[in-house]
């Protein structure tokens, strides 16, 4: 049973959700950020930067698991070779990271990055499991609000989601921490397949709101890889439970 871990970026979106789950688990939880967090929360929150190679000694001492979750626009791959150099030398037995569907396919520099701190997880000689997640309610909902502010909204044709939601990822996140490594796990995605289109009239719905849709064509490679659906998993991921509707209902309802 794990009983000490040590969370990167706990104060994110996702790692909001997971610190509760491994707290009513019994286990000793220190988060690592840049900003810290408020410590009355029953966590030990450290401060570092992980691209900047700072701090991270401190955060994973006597941390037998890691949960990585640590992530931004750029640098994840960087960020995560210093993060797995340091989980290594202070001898962790479990380094559990999250992903995203669509890092070994999507030409794309983001999902690059993410295929970088992947390798660097799974070359750190520290056992390992790995979840890649589709993307998350919140970030599509940022996404959708943006192009519901315009006159018109773009709607790029064939560019598809399953969106899933993060108290679900982290419901699986916190089983995997607390299991036995596992190497790379079956992706998790959310119940449901959308257009662009789709999640933006929902969100247009809900909020009593219309707008007229324009549609686009994404050209070369990018718009090619997401017509051939790469950043999809439609077959044997697991699903969450909680649909784009429910979370729209929920958030804004
Ligand atoms: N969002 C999605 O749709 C999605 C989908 C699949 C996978 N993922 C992955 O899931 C992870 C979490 O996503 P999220 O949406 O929860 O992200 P988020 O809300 O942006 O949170 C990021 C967390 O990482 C910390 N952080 C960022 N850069 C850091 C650095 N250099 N050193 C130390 N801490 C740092 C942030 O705190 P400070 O700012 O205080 O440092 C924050 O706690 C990311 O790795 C992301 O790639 C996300």
Redesign the pocket.
Known sequence: MTSSVLI????????RHVTPLLLDAGCKVRV?????GDPSDGVEHVT?????GEGIEAAVDGAETVLH????PK??DA?TRNLARAVSRAGARHLVH???IGADRMPLGWFRT?LGAEEAVTGSGVPWTMLR????H??VLGVVRKMAALPAVPAPGGLRFQPVD?RDVASRLAELTLGEPAGLVDDLAGPAVYGMADLVREYLRVRGKRRAMVPVRIPGKVGRAYRAGDNLTLEGADLGGRTWEDFLAERLG
Do not use: K, P
Not at 133 to 136: C, E, N, S
């Open positions: 990167t970026g706990g104060t994110g979106t996702l790692g690592l950020s840049r900003r810290g570092g930067d992980l691209l900047a979750l640590a992530g931004g640098g994840d960020a999250i992903s995203v993410q997640a589709a993307q998350f919140d970030l993060a």
